[in-house]
């Protein structure tokens, strides 16, 4: 289940492992629990959040006919996806 800490948004987040070392999110639930499969990954780049914080990778993901981003960050105690809140 989804974890709002200030403006990020950790998901539970679905993805698939090729086996010459590529990540792909197939789908994510929010916090509501409802689940959104990723229709297309656009690009996949290093990044930061401006609006929440955090580094990591940046995975622009089409998502019900928008584009979102969603971030993967590694960090101590383990990765994390998360989504920027827009509240």
Same mark, same amino acid.
């Given at each position: 289940?989804a &974890?709002?800490?200030? +403006? &990020?948004?950790?998901?539970d987040?679905?993805?698939r492992? *090729? *086996?010459?070392? @590529? %990540?792909?999110p197939? !789908?994510i639930?929010?916090e509501d629990?409802?689940r959104? @499969? %990723?229709?297309?990954?656009k690009?996949?780049?290093?990044g930061a !959040?401006r609006?929440?914080?955090?580094? /990591?990778l940046v +995975?622009t =993901? %089409?998502?019900?006919?928008?584009?979102?981003?969603? +971030?993967f @960050?590694? =960090?101590? /105690?383990?990765a994390?996806?998360f989504l920027?809140s827009k509240?």
């Amino acid at each position: 289940m989804a &974890k709002r800490i200030g +403006y &990020k948004v950790y998901v539970d987040t679905t993805v698939r492992f *090729s *086996s010459d070392g @590529e %990540i792909r999110p197939l !789908s994510i639930v929010w916090e509501d629990g409802r689940r959104y @499969e %990723i229709t297309r990954v656009k690009d996949c780049v290093p990044g930061a !959040s401006r609006r929440a914080g955090g580094a /990591g990778l940046v +995975y622009t =993901c %089409i998502v019900d006919g928008k584009e979102v981003h969603l +971030y993967f @960050e590694d =960090c101590p /105690g383990g990765a994390k996806w998360f989504l920027e809140s827009k509240a």
